[in-house]
């Protein structure tokens, strides 16, 4: 059974750009989450979707924002890319939505780098 | 607010030897998740213990769930220079949002 599918894997950008970052979560999983990861904050959670419905957002300004589809699949925007905005994002996906005994399986990550 | 401080930030030891690495809390998790991460990729599930009191063995790993559900602990008996990696625990809430809290993580270095 496929994992977790983010893409691209790497990408490149200039202060002030806007990026989009895929995820295609596990077959059948409904519930998909965003994190972001850096050095100095580790693991940070950024919001879920599950139906097409965003669940819950964590403290991150209005730049951030997604979206999911009808098939699950979702993506991440970021607009108006700051420095540190740089780093690495992690889509997470699960059966169904919250946390209760619901195990959650990561992607490999897009590394963003700003410039 | 750290939810859920992780502990030690760093270790390196002798292949062989024994370690622990605790996560602890004021709140109580619905369930706990261990991940292990590779540089550069993302976090790999090790296991998720939802129970209080909860003990469970994955080969030389063995992870508890305390009892209120507010922290645990992941030991590793023998340790080998393939378990050098970074060690992450995070926490299901037991209210409404549908988040992991993750720990700090712990950086795990096993000498040959």
């Known amino acids: 059974k496929a994992g977790v599918t983010q893409t691209p894997r790497y990408l490149i950008k200039t202060r002030g750009q806007q990026v989009t970052l895929s995820c295609s979560p596990i077959?059948?999983?409904?519930?998909v989450s965003w994190y972001q990861q850096t050095p100095g904050q580790g693991l940070q959670f950024l919001f879920e979707?599950?139906?097409?419905?965003?669940?819950n957002k964590g403290n991150f300004p209005g730049r951030f924002s997604g979206r999911q589809f009808s098939n699950s699949r979702s993506e991440m925007n970021v607009s108006t890319l700051e420095l540190g905005d740089s780093a690495l994002y992690l889509c997470?996906?699960?059966?169904?939505?919250?946390?209760?005994?619901?195990?959650?399986?990561f992607g490999e990550g897009s590394w963003l780098t700003v410039v | 607010t750290q939810l859920l401080e992780q502990s030690p930030q760093f270790l390196s030891i002798q292949e062989g030897e024994n370690l622990t690495v605790y996560c602890n809390s004021s709140?109580?998790?619905?369930?706990l998740q261990w991940y292990r991460q590779e540089p550069g990729e993302g976090p790999v599930l090790l296991v998720t213990?939802?129970?209080?009191?909860e003990v469970k063995k994955l080969k030389r790993l063995t992870f508890q769930f305390g009892d209120a559900r507010k922290d645990s602990s992941l030991h590793i008996t023998a340790a080998q220079p393939g378990d050098t990696g970074l060690y992450l625990c995070?926490?299901?809430?037991?209210?409404?949002?549908?988040?992991?809290?993750f720990g700090s993580g712990t950086r795990l270095l096993v000498r040959p």
């Open positions: 997470a996906s699960s059966l169904a939505a919250g946390t209760a005994g619901n195990t959650i399986y």
């Open positions: 077959s059948g999983h409904r519930s």
């Open positions: 979707y599950f139906s097409e419905t965003q669940r």
């Open positions: 709140s109580v998790f619905s369930s």
């Open positions: 213990v939802v129970t209080g009191g």
């Open positions: 995070a926490g299901g809430l037991m209210d409404s949002s549908y988040k992991l809290i």
